[in-house]
């Protein structure tokens, strides 16, 4: 069941229609979750960069005030491992700090438990947490700094997109998709609210894509879907792709489709026409509960995470028409054990996917036509969403510490 309504016309009735899928076309009208705190842009406690950015009078180049005394900068950012390149910029694992930044991982933030997903738009990192009433979508600057939580109280925040409209996240337990502004001044509002599972969420300038999921996970479900919201007026609309017998989970996006994968023991890739929403091609079928996915020029990657034993980093051509072959794959001369690849990011310059392997506490990366052997760039914790901007990859450990880490790519 659909509701596609024009803003005027919605505001009046907004109280009278009782949908499967209520969708506001206008993101200043709608409410936030019951339990939401607001917004209002206050900066963050507990976690990297909370403290002042500046006293009162302008620092030196290379110093800060990280104590919030205004009458001095007593912090020099250009050697300072616990304040590498801005406040609260740890380096890690007794990394060294110089103008470069850390000689190894650097943590921008912590202390923000079940970190989920990450997204980086204007050099910025935006984030979710947290997996039930109480959690938050935050934002840290790619270099550390003061953490600005944009909004509280969201009940299991997890996919999350940027662009320049705003915000947007899923609220996976609250089945909605909400939005806010970029600094948090303004209360979150839902754009779209379901009867259904909200998962992954992905943006450009043009529209926002969710998907869907009316199923238990893994199963197919009449409702499950992938719907846009049309920028910058805010219509949405379930019914672009709806898809009653997959099981939409994460999503990718490149100027002339959206692709999604299908979370089902016998699951698949998918890609639809991003204009209208027109015959689905099946990138890959027969992949073992695929999770995430991403995309390059030419190939779409995903990650099977059903199991250690069929446990894979996957690539095809996007056309579907060449069969997926395997980037990566457990091996006995791995390690580690129990792998369970969780979100991956490749760009269009660099040889290499990166994924994040929740089950195997590790981040790696391996040559994209499946060369070679897996790096790993990190252990520890139970590293998720990942992404690459810059010269840097960026991630999040959802435990011990809520974590947003970011490391130099390694030549």
Request: charged content about 25%; glycine content about 14%.
């Amino acid at each position: 069941m659909r509701q596609v309504f024009r803003v005027g016309w919605m505001l009046g009735l907004a109280t009278a229609v009782a949908a499967c899928t209520s969708l506001l076309g206008d993101f200043d009208v709608g409410t936030g979750d019951a339990s939401s705190a607001g917004g209002g842009g206050a900066s963050a406690t507990g976690g990297g960069g909370a403290s002042s950015t500046g006293g009162a009078q302008p620092c030196t180049a290379g110093w800060r005030d990280c104590d919030g005394n205004p009458d001095d900068c007593e912090v020099d950012v250009t050697s300072d491992p616990q304040n590498c390149g801005a406040c609260g910029a740890v380096c890690l694992a007794g990394g060294s700090c110089s103008a470069d930044g850390c000689s190894g991982v650097t943590e921008l933030a912590r202390g923000y438990s079940d970190a989920a997903f990450l997204t980086i738009y204007q050099d910025e990192v935006y984030w979710t947490a947290g997996d039930d009433a109480a959690g938050s979508v935050l934002k840290v600057s790619i270099h550390g700094g003061p953490i600005t939580r944009l909004a509280a109280g969201q009940n299991a925040p997890y996919g999350i997109a940027v662009n320049a409209h705003g915000v947007f996240w899923s609220n996976l337990n609250a089945k909605r998709v909400m939005k806010v502004d970029h600094e948090g001044k303004e209360e979150p509002r839902w754009v779209v609210d379901s009867d259904y599972v909200t998962l992954g969420v992905v943006a450009d300038d043009a529209d926002v894509f969710w998907a869907q999921r009316a199923g238990s996970i893994g199963t197919p479900g009449n409702g499950s879907l992938i719907g846009r919201i049309r920028m910058p007026d805010g219509e949405a609309d379930a019914r672009f792709r709806r898809d009653d017998m997959t099981s939409p989970h994460l999503l990718a996006l490149d100027e002339g489709h959206v692709y999604w994968v299908d979370r089902r023991e016998r699951g698949g890739v998918n890609r639809t026409s991003r204009r209208d929403g027109g015959p689905t091609t099946r990138v890959a079928d027969d992949q073992s509960f695929p999770y995430a996915v991403a995309v390059d020029r030419d190939h779409v990657y995903w990650a099977n995470n059903s199991s250690p034993s069929a446990s894979a980093v996957m690539r095809a051509p996007k056309d579907g028409r060449q069969a997926p072959k395997p980037v990566w794959v457990p091996s006995g001369e791995d390690d580690v054990r129990n792998q369970l690849p969780n979100s991956i990011a490749v760009d269009d310059e660099d040889p290499y996917v990166y994924w994040t392997d929740q089950g195997a506490a590790r981040v790696w990366r391996k040559r994209k036509d499946g060369s070679g052997n897996q790096e790993t760039l990190y252990r520890g914790g139970v590293p998720r969403g990942i992404v690459l901007h810059g010269d840097f990859v960026y991630w999040v450990n959802a435990t011990p510490d809520g974590a947003v880490l970011k490391l130099r790519r390694p030549e």
